[in-house]
Every structure is written in C-alpha cells, then in structure tokens.
C-alpha cells in the first residue's frame, strides 16, 4: 500500500507540471502568430524522435510519455522566448484594419465562455479584451458595432512566417 502512495505522488507531480507547463506555453503563445506549419511539424518531429532515440539507447523507454512531455514543454518554451527576445530589437509594422468576426459584450455569454471582439488576423482567430468604451458603442448599436470598430496590430517578424503581437490598438469610427 505504501507503494501505491508513492506511485501516486509521482504521478501527480508529472501531472502537475504539466498543466503548468501547459499554462506557460498557452500565456506564451497569445502573442505569437505562426503563419505556417513548418515550425510545429519540425519542432514537434523533432521533440519525438529525440526522446525515443535517447531512451531506446539507455534502455528505458517505459519513460516516453514522461520525456515527451518535459521535452515539448521545454523546446516550445525555447522557441517562444526567443521570438519574444529576437521582437524586442526589432522594428514592427501596423496591420491595416482586421476583421472584427463578432462581438460578446461584458456580461453576456454564459458561465464558460468570456466577453471580447474576436477577430481574425494571418489566419488564426483572436480575442481581444472589450473595453467600456465598446460595451456603451454595443449598447447604441447592437450587433452592428463590428462595423465600428477598428482593430490593429503592431506586428513584427522573428522568424520568417513567425509574427510577435507588440500591442493591439482599438479604435472606433
């Protein structure tokens, strides 16, 4: 019975620092903007061949899932944070206007789904905080306040196809 305590400890603490792993990346990757699969199918190939070579050559493959993890967790936290240090010396370029998709004012929108303008820019689908001054422009003009709102981004390039968000900028017509 002590073992399965034991067992169950470590276990929760490869579960544990996991989801915070996954926390990390999931924050990290809200400003990054990856415009092509290139980069996930090589980084991800990469994390598991490694892991397998490695522990096929030490004989302990009973580690894969634990490895993997660690390994995904750690290359992606690499590659985020040098695109987030490679941004910082680098000139950025606002975007033209983005498409607002729609728009769920503060308030609304049931227990587990939030307010914000999403929008879509270089293919992926963001949301973006609403502000008081949208919640009263919503009030006046219902559903049709997208048509209102002006969305940019202050975007630059790390990597070719790779695109940091500096800041957003919202503006209203």
Same mark, same amino acid.
């Given at each position: +019975?002590?073992?399965?305590? =034991?067992?169950? !400890?470590?276990?929760? /603490? ?13 924050? +990290? =990757? ?5 415009? /092509?699969?290139?980069? +996930? ?11 397998? #070579? #490695?522990? !096929?050559?030490?004989? !302990?493959? @009973? ?14 936290? #690499?590659?985020?944070?040098? $695109?987030?240090?490679?941004?910082? *010396?680098? !000139?950025?370029?606002? /975007? ?24 879509? $820019? ?6 973006? *905080?609403? /502000? @008081? ?11 049709? &306040?997208?048509? @209102? ?12 196809? &790779?695109?940091? &968000?500096?800041?957003?900028? #919202?503006?209203? =017509?």
């Amino acid at each position: +019975m002590i073992n399965l305590k =034991k067992i169950l !400890k470590e276990e929760a /603490t490869w579960y544990f620092l996991a989801l915070a792993g996954l926390w990390i990346l999931l924050y +990290m =990757k809200a400003s990054v903007i990856i415009d /092509t699969y290139f980069y +996930m199918i090589s980084l991800n190939i990469l994390i598991f061949l490694f892991s397998y #070579i #490695i522990l !096929k050559i030490k004989n !302990k493959l @009973h580690y894969y899932s634990y490895v993997v993890g660690c390994a995904f967790f750690v290359v992606w936290l #690499i590659f985020y944070s040098i $695109c987030d240090l490679r941004s910082r *010396s680098l !000139k950025g370029y606002l /975007t033209k206007q983005l498409p607002v998709l729609f728009y769920i004012p503060t308030g609304s929108g049931g227990r587990w789904s939030s307010s914000g303008i999403r929008i879509e $820019c270089k293919g992926n689908k963001r949301k973006i *905080s609403t /502000t @008081h001054e949208s919640d009263s422009l919503y009030k006046i003009y219902g559903d049709s &306040v997208i048509n @209102h709102i002006v969305v940019r981004f202050l975007l630059k390039e790390p990597f070719p196809d &790779v695109y940091y &968000v500096d800041s957003v900028r #919202i503006t209203y =017509k």
